[in-house]
């Protein structure tokens, strides 16, 4: 079947420090895949998506590469900011609109 | 561009009643699913709409229902309530059909249910 495994959270990191989160994802075929971010009270906004192996997806510092051979869509950001806290959701699509998320990661961001 | 609307953004209710929510979607856009969110779950596949017509259902209980109108609104409903239905309700929308592109969903912020 379809699944993504992410990174069990919370994680606490100090504002410039290096984020990753992890995202490993079981599919057939080749799915498209996608970082969510959900602020408290509101709903997800697309972080950044790719579509086919070796892309990658970026936004806002925010960066991601679609690996099919270890089946990961790790997300990585060089330098945190406080703004950057929130709770991140990996996902993929495998067919129609109907997409499998992880279980989200809560960030943290210290000053 | 006006984004996902849904109301209410919070109800609360008693076991055995039932509840409607409404999601208007982005302009332009014709399919509309739904997501439950619960701390235990993550998020969950409802269902999916398309043009009037439901396209894709999760495994969900048949109290878990929905429509679309032909103006691609949506509503969802779940009929007998129990606590465990207690969840943030999330509709998110898409510009098409996934088989004609690769768009993401936009979410809405969510209605936040509550059973007691």
């Known amino acids: 079947g379809n699944s993504v495994t992410q990174m069990e959270g919370p994680v606490t990191l100090s504002e410039e420090a290096f984020l990753t989160i992890n995202c490993t994802y079981t599919a057939t075929g080749y799915p498209s895949l996608f970082w969510y971010v959900q602020y408290p009270g509101e709903g997800l906004q697309l972080l950044l998506k790719a579509t086919k192996a070796d892309d990658k997806g970026s936004n806002k510092g925010f960066e991601a590469t679609y690996r099919k051979e270890t089946t990961s869509f790790h997300l990585e950001k060089g330098s945190v900011q406080v703004s950057d806290s929130a709770v991140y959701f990996c996902a993929l699509r495998r067919t129609g609109n109907q997409f499998y998320f992880g279980t989200g990661t809560s960030l943290t961001v210290i000053p | ?116």
């Not at chain 2, 495994?59 to 207690?86: C, W």
């Open chain 2, 1 to 116: 561009k006006a984004g996902v609307t849904q109301t209410p953004r919070y109800l609360i209710k008693t076991r055995g009643q039932q509840v409607t929510l409404s999601c208007s979607p982005i302009s332009g856009h014709r399919s509309v699913s739904w997501y439950q969110q619960t701390p235990g779950q993550g998020l969950q596949f409802l269902f999916e709409y398309f043009s009037e017509t439901q396209r894709n259902k999760g495994n969900f209980p048949g109290r878990f229902s929905g429509r679309q109108f032909s103006n691609s609104r949506s509503e969802m409903n779940v009929s007998t309530l129990e606590l465990g239905d207690s969840a943030l309700y999330l509709c998110a929308s898409s510009p098409a059909a996934a088989s004609l592109g690769d768009s993401p969903l936009h979410f809405g912020n969510g209605t936040r249910l509550t059973v007691t």
